[in-house]
């Protein structure tokens, strides 16, 4: 009966497990490898080591890029955690109380701009925020603030931040929907129980319902790190490969797209491009890991 059963269960999941190695897990394993090579001028590839790394990471003019990109990511990130990840609390804190009419809408209505494809997105808001044919300027003008307007995209100090906002706009439904399904999982004999004792509304959301999805919030964080740090498609869509002004935007994403596939006098290197892959990879991977020992043991504790 156990190897019966133990057969069954390997016909199904064989496929997954196929699917999974043909485009994840061997696609991965070709990156790492292919980063340890180097490419000449005829195009052939020589085993090289860790060369590739060290001249990303200590050769001035690649270093100046890839620390750009981390730091611009770093922001990217940053400004989702400051942004995205608290109004999805909120609004979740909101559609979860009692009595509030036209909820369903609303939920819809936050989480449709996920739906939406980043193209059009991207090409969207760039139209709204032109300054020679976008309508921001003059909805500013309506409320007195006409004098804020600025070409935000155009501006190295705040093109990064209007990226991210747009981010923000279009993906805070699914923090949204994550923690609202943690709230409405708690047991309605907690809340009725402190609504009985006196408790406030205020004082039951910092006292029981935050405490009970701190492991929902945790999720999400580590969601929100990946999704970042894996950031390519906005970027590219509104600022191009070059991610300008003077690669104030300029992303992991984008520095791995400009070096493997080159992009107008930056020459394409599949090898160099791998090695930008691979750390990318790795600081996702420490990232994560670094979530899965510090973070999720002291909630695993808190839980106990």
Do not use: C
Not at 131 to 146: I, Q
Not at 179 to 198: H, K
Not at 209 to 229: E, K, M, Q, S, W
């Amino acid at each position: 009966m156990k190897q019966g059963f133990s057969w069954r269960v390997l016909v199904f999941i064989t496929p997954a497990l196929l699917i999974y190695a043909v485009f994840s897990a061997l696609p991965l394993l070709d990156t790492l490898r292919l980063g340890l090579y180097s490419t000449d001028d005829t195009g052939a590839r020589t085993f090289s080591g860790l060369a590739n790394y060290a001249t990303i990471l200590n050769d001035p003019q690649w270093s100046a890029s890839f620390w750009n990109a981390m730091l611009n990511n770093l922001k990217f990130f940053g400004i989702h955690m400051l942004a995205q990840n608290p109004m999805g609390l909120l609004l979740a804190a909101l559609l979860s109380l009692r009595n509030v009419r036209f909820a369903a809408f609303y939920r819809t209505v936050f989480f449709l701009p996920t739906l939406l494809s980043v193209v059009i997105v991207g090409f969207v808001w760039q139209l709204i925020l032109s300054p020679l044919w976008g309508v921001s300027e003059r909805l500013l003008g309506w409320v007195g603030l006409a004098d804020w307007f600025a070409p935000w995209l155009g501006l190295e100090s705040s093109a990064l931040i209007t990226l991210s906002l747009m981010s923000v706009w279009q993906y805070v439904g699914i923090p949204m929907m994550l923690i609202y399904a943690a709230m409405i999982a708690i047991p309605e004999d907690v809340i009725e129980a402190a609504v009985v004792e006196g408790a406030s509304p205020w004082r039951i959301f910092w006292q029981i319902r935050l405490p009970l999805i701190l492991p929902t919030l945790g999720l999400v964080t580590i969601l929100t790190f990946v999704a970042n740090f894996n950031a390519f498609d906005l970027i590219y869509t509104v600022k191009g490969g070059l991610a300008g002004p003077n690669y104030s935007t300029d992303i992991l994403g984008t520095l791995f797209y400009r070096t493997f596939f080159g992009y107008q006098s930056q020459v394409a290197s599949p090898t160099m491009g791998a090695a930008v892959a691979t750390l990318m990879f790795l600081v996702i991977l420490l990232g994560v890991g670094a979530y899965f020992l510090v973070v999720q043991r002291r909630l695993q504790r808190f839980a106990m």
